[in-house]
T-cell receptor
Framework: EADIYQTPRYLVIGTGKKITLECSQT?????MYWYQQDPGMELHLIHY???????EKGDLSSESTVSRIRTEHFPLTLESARPSHTSQYLC????????????????????FGEGSWLTVV | SQQGEEDPQALSIQEGENATMNCSYK?????LQWYRQNSGRGLVHLIL?????REKHSGRLRVTLDTSKKSSSLLITASRAADTASYFC??????????FGSGTRLQVQP
């Protein structure tokens, strides 16, 4: 199982503030993803990365940005939060692991963190 | 939904009964996966069925796949209160990431 850590778990901030949601993983997976999910609704892919220095936008347009400077980290940033950004943000990983434990592949399965609940007031 | 629709949207049953959830999708897939999400938490992978498979079992879970109808079903037998959660199908189309269905909220009454 992949260990994925998201911080903060819950965040309430005012409109216009800059926020960064952190996501880190210990499995060395090359692929990482950010999904956005409103309560009780489906997940929408907003960003993904296939490796260091690789980032792409997902299916749902988002004003957030991401970076992948290190394999372990995939932070998501909102420069100026708005109430419409209120949602749950889920980080996930998958793909091949290059941690020197031999060739490991998650086999198309992706592993999720516990999510970050963002409320913008 | 962008890729998959699940039916029913919500399901309430008694402990010990079976729960069946259906997923329909729109494009060709390499595999289809089912995930579970407890309230306010992340998703947990349950089972994967490949496009050349028709049925798969894992414990109390049984998944079927009909690629001609572009549909899948998840059966949970002898349900327990702890099975209460939302269940999502996810399609691997070989594109950049899994796309998820709209989810079924399952409530198992003790």
């Amino acid at each position: 199982e992949a260990d994925i850590y998201q911080t903060p778990r819950y965040l309430v901030i005012g409109t216009g503030k800059k926020i960064t949601l952190e996501c880190s993983q210990t499995m060395g997976h090359d692929k990482m993803y950010w999904y956005q999910q409103d309560p009780g609704m489906e997940l929408h892919l907003i960003h993904y990365s296939y490796g260091v220095n690789s980032t792409e936008k997902g299916d749902l347009s988002s004003e957030s940005t991401v970076s992948r400077i290190r394999t372990e980290h995939f932070p998501l940033t909102l420069e100026s939060a708005r109430p419409s950004h209120t949602s749950q943000y889920l980080c996930a990983t998958g793909g091949q692991s290059g941690l020197g434990q031999g060739f490991l592949d998650s086999g198309n399965t992706i592993y999720f963190g516990e999510g970050s609940w963002l409320t913008v007031v | 939904s962008q890729q998959g629709e699940e039916d029913p949207q919500a399901l309430s049953i008694q402990e010990g009964e079976n729960a069946t959830m259906n997923c329909s999708y729109k494009t060709s897939i390499n595999n289809l996966q089912w995930y579970r999400q407890n309230s306010g938490r992340g998703l947990v992978h349950l089972i994967l069925i490949r496009s050349n498979e028709r049925e798969k079992h894992s414990g109390r879970l049984r998944v079927t796949l009909d690629t001609s109808k572009k549909s899948s079903s998840l059966l949970i037998t002898a349900s327990r209160a702890a099975d209460t959660a939302s269940y999502f199908c996810a399609m691997d189309t070989g594109r950049r990431a899994l796309t998820f269905g709209s989810g079924t909220r399952l409530q198992v009454q003790p």
